[in-house]
């Protein structure tokens, strides 16, 4: 805290004078020296000798010039690394201070209890808070101190390797013509020399895999660094480095398996650093040698078991899936170069055995479906990849999914034939979900967004897609589309319900299609039916007039999503209700709305859940599935729902319940026709 940091510019002008001093020296070198052997007055072989040797004192006279003033770079960029990082110490301190707490010279934080009436004063020792908050603040001042000395290691590589000589001209003991000016370079440098040991399966000392972590930890956003590490590994290294740690991490294991996924996570960052602008001459060559490295083949352990070997851009992948910030461009790119590795050789990434589940889903046997997973954390990118049809087409109905070989044990010996992964399309599940509904699948927080018209188009062109494969519908993408569904509540509720075909904002048999797929997953039934009750609710309340409409297409809906289920399950104990279908985790996916709204979303579910239960415990039939007792009270709970939120008008409430359950009558003989069930 009380270091004078000027004088490390002061050092630093010093060396930049050193550098002059030595180019005075270069010209008197050069005139007075160097030009004696290269005119005509001495020739023979002294004069070559001679030339020689003048030709490698005049290059270190300019390596000495590098040297310097590279040395004097380096300060600089200490300097000003110096002085924001005890900006930043000091106003942690000055923080802590203003949140009632003492700083030690050494950095120790405490309660100020000076500060402090005589009450707070007796309830510390009774009050946990207290300690938190002390322990609190000192996490965030020893983060601060911890950043300062994280610094000074990183300019200490810096110095240390700006004075070494690569060059064989003079043994590697002359100055150094190859030096930089950047301290993170020199940290990048170092850091590949312990990456290159590990992809080689060489020794690391701790000392060396603590240093590493720190210098991830402390460069993951620097350019520089990041291309540094990269060039020095180059594209193969890259995926023969990330095959290692994921050999160490998961199948050799041992005490060192949390460092390793430090290390591999950080080399994840800087690769997404790197890779930030796309439109740079390095990208560029990156991208090209990794067209080439991804599609080779390369022996790891975790494939080795299975007499396999994993394809380069399955590693890659396996790596990216560890990562953070990647730019949109990059993500698009390369899972277009992915794809047009697997048109060229459609069996590219089929691999012995499954990698799905806890034991083996680390590794992405898939790396296009990865990469959509990817890009489902960033709902712009997905929207923005899947916005094109071409990409909607090939990865909705052409691409084959079949990345697996199974195994099958014969007389003889086991042969093994193609077929589907055990998270099969959770990559697509997850980057559909993303781009039709603008959320992250992923976010754990998840609240609804404002569609764009991005989102409506791909979910209208997921729609025509699902629709067309019929039977051949994905089972892994039931519960995404449900989700889906849910989000555009409202436009699926309004579609649903309409009686002119023509004026529907969605196709009603494309519709009815993936509402009927969907209902053939429990889970996915739950999710669509019951968070639909959220967008017929609100419709109910949002109309303020004494028209029945509202009402009216509460029913309908209710009618088409029960064909769709008749259609798909028939007799509901072959769908396996044996509790409650559960829709918490769709929740996020729909709009917030007002608190009469919600509590008359939760009275028509809960009426809707006892009619589901009444089903189980009845053990209804195929034939009677569609009787009006059966959604008898979800569709009474509407018309009381209507009746709260309107007024009955003196009218008994038979009236709406009447009106309801014919509405409802109507919906699945309008479902039935959109099916092309009519008739047949």
């Known amino acids: 805290m009380t270091t004078d940091l000027s004088t490390l510019t002061t050092a630093a002008d010093r060396w930049d004078g050193m550098a002059g001093e030595f180019e005075k020296q270069e010209r008197a070198y050069r005139r007075d020296v160097h030009s004696i052997s290269m005119g005509n007055t001495w020739t023979g072989l002294s004069a070559d000798a001679a030339n020689n040797r003048f030709n490698i004192t005049l290059k270190e006279f300019q390596y000495a010039q590098t040297e310097a003033k590279s040395a004097a770079s380096l300060l600089r960029d200490a300097h000003a690394q110096f002085v924001e990082l005890r900006g930043k110490l000091k106003s942690a301190r000055q923080d802590a201070i203003d949140a009632g707490m003492k700083v030690s010279d050494q950095g120790v934080v405490s309660l100020d209890t000076e500060r402090m009436t005589e009450t707070e004063r007796s309830a510390i020792h009774h009050d946990p808070g207290y300690v938190e908050a002390v322990q609190s603040w000192q996490g965030h001042v020893n983060k601060a101190v911890r950043a300062v000395g994280e610094a000074d290691t990183g300019v200490q590589i810096a110095l240390e390797g700006v004075v070494i000589d690569s060059d064989v001209i003079v043994g590697g003991k002359g100055f150094n013509g190859q030096a930089m000016g950047d301290i993170e370079k020199y940290e990048a440098e170092k850091a590949d020399e312990t990456l290159t040991k590990l992809g080689k399966g060489e020794h690391v000392s701790d000392k060396e895999l603590a240093e590493l972590k720190r210098t991830f930890r402390d460069n993951r956003d620097d350019k520089a660094f990041s291309r540094t590490v990269l060039d020095g590994l180059g594209a193969s290294g890259t995926i023969k480095l990330t095959n290692e740690l994921n050999d160490l991490i998961h199948v050799r294991g041992g005490d060192r398996t949390a460092d390793y996924s430090v290390i591999e996570s950080g080399l994840a960052d800087t690769l997404a650093t790197a890779t930030k602008d796309t439109k740079s001459d390095w990208y560029k060559d990156w991208r090209a040698e990794m067209q080439k490295a991804g599609v080779e083949r390369h022996a790891t352990d975790a494939q080795g078991t299975r007499l396999d070997k994993a394809v380069g851009y399955q590693s890659l992948v396996t790596l990216m899936e560890k990562g953070h910030g990647y730019a949109p461009a990059v993500l698009e790119d390369l899972t277009d170069d992915m794809v047009k590795a697997e048109k060229k050789n459609p069996e590219i990434w089929q691999l012995k055995g499954e990698y799905s589940g806890k034991k083996s889903g680390w590794f992405a046997n898939d790396p296009v479906d990865g990469m959509l997973g990817i890009m489902s954390r960033d709902p712009g990118t997905a929207s923005d990849y899947l916005n094109s049809d071409d990409r909607m087409k090939y990865l909705m109905k052409d691409r084959d999914w079949n990345v697996t070989l199974h195994e099958h044990e014969g007389p003889k010996a086991s042969t093994y034939s193609p077929g589907l992964d055990g998270d099969d399309r959770a990559g697509l599940g997850a980057a559909l979900q993303a781009a039709t509904t603008g959320i992250d699948p992923s976010d754990e927080n998840v609240h609804y967004v404002e569609h764009t018209k991005q989102n409506n188009t791909i979910f209208k062109s997921s729609l025509k897609y699902l629709a067309d494969s019929g039977d051949g519908f ?207």
């Open 474 to 680: 994905p089972s892994s993408l039931r519960e995404p589309m449900a989700n889906i569904l849910v989000n555009h509540g409202d436009t699926v509720h309004a579609s649903m319900s309409e009686v002119d075909i023509s004026k529907s904002a969605l196709k009603q048999e494309e519709l009815f299609e993936v509402a009927k797929q969907v209902s053939k997953d429990k889970d996915a039934y739950g999710t669509l039916n019951g968070g639909l009750n959220q967008a017929m609710v609100s419709d109910l309340h949002q109309d303020h007039s004494k028209s029945t409409e509202s009402l009216v297409r509460a029913g309908r809906t209710v009618g088409f999503l029960e064909e769709a289920r008749i259609q798909a399950q028939g007799d509901p104990k072959t769908a396996e209700f044996g509790s409650k279908p559960l829709f918490d985790k769709a929740i996020g996916y729909i709009p917030v709305v007002s608190g009469d709204v919600q509590e008359g979303f939760d009275y028509v579910t809960d009426k809707w859940l006892a009619d589901e239960q009444k089903k189980i415990d009845d053990g209804v039939t195929k034939e009677n599935v569609a009787r009006y007792q059966d959604r008898n009270g979800q569709l009474t709970a509407f018309a009381e729902e209507w009746d709260r939120s309107h007024g009955s008008g003196g009218e008994p409430t038979y009236v709406r319940q009447d009106l309801v359950e014919k509405s409802a009558e109507a919906g699945i003989d309008h479902a039935r026709g959109v099916s092309g069930e009519v008739g047949k």
